[in-house]
């Protein structure tokens, strides 16, 4: 890997460095992440589609589009643009990550190119994409205006970034840090610190400072009676996500 200036917290790697063989286990240390991919997927997909002007009822909607997958871990985000029909790079700072998508993409049969690098790295390649996947990574950076700023280098004029996150409050708190690492261990221990979170006015605000004009962002709400996420205008109040482009 290259040594350009780099955003990478190392500390944040190395928890993900040591769960990477579990990325493929829908019932391990990743559970939530499986939980919540199907909403995940309904917006990015649609918000691809809108920009882009694709008919997600077509084979293969995402022919043509060059999509990044920033901080892919296993590949959960990665396969599904592929099998759209997108050209896939999925990159993660976590090398331990890419043997475990190098395998299960090969495994279902999918060409996905996967790299052991970085946005800053990427970027100083002078790589572009028409859509950059930028999901629960800010949260896990040195700094996430330097991060935001060398994904917008990576995108094409007029392209797309997703970014999704967690919001800090007290909720968030209870939610995400006791709830899911405490109390239901879906997480290891301190795998996310609530310091790091970024409110949805905060992100927006380090979007626009980062050249990224904010688009849309709605909230990931998890409902414990049915045990399922959706999407919601409204709740914004523990996980969200974000869409913005940059300007043509």
């Not at 759209?84 to 990159?91: K, P, Q, S």
Request: glycine share 8%.
């Amino acid at each position: 890997m290259q040594t350009h200036q780099t955003t990478v917290d190392p500390g944040e790697i190395a928890k993900f460095e040591a769960m990477a063989a579990e990325w493929w286990d829908p019932n391990g240390k990743f559970k939530p992440l499986h939980m919540l991919n199907p909403c995940r997927l309904d917006y990015i997909t649609a918000q691809i589609a809108a920009e882009f002007d694709r008919d997600l009822s077509k084979p293969k909607p995402f022919s043509g589009l060059r999509i990044l997958d920033i901080g892919c871990g296993g590949g959960l985000l990665a396969e599904p643009m592929a099998r759209l029909g997108a050209d896939v790079v999925g990159a993660d700072a976590a090398e331990r990550n890419i043997p475990v998508a190098q395998v299960h993409a090969e495994q279902s049969g999918l060409d996905i190119d996967y790299r052991h690098t970085t946005a800053e790295d990427m970027a100083a390649a002078g790589e572009q994409f028409d859509v950059v996947l930028n999901m629960e990574v800010v949260e896990h950076v040195a700094d996430p205006l330097g991060y935001l700023t060398a994904c917008r280098e990576l995108l094409k004029p007029g392209g797309l970034q997703v970014c999704s996150t967690l919001n800090r409050n007290p909720k968030s708190y209870v939610m995400a840090i006791i709830g899911a690492e405490h109390v239901m261990r879906w997480l290891p221990k301190g795998t996310h610190e609530w310091s790091k979170f970024i409110t949805p006015d905060e992100l927006f605000d380090l979007l626009r400072k980062a050249g990224l004009d904010p688009v849309d962002r709605q909230g990931f709400v998890f409902n414990p009676l049915t045990w399922s996420w959706k999407l919601s205008d409204r709740d914004l109040s523990v996980n969200y996500v974000t869409a913005s482009v940059k300007p043509a």
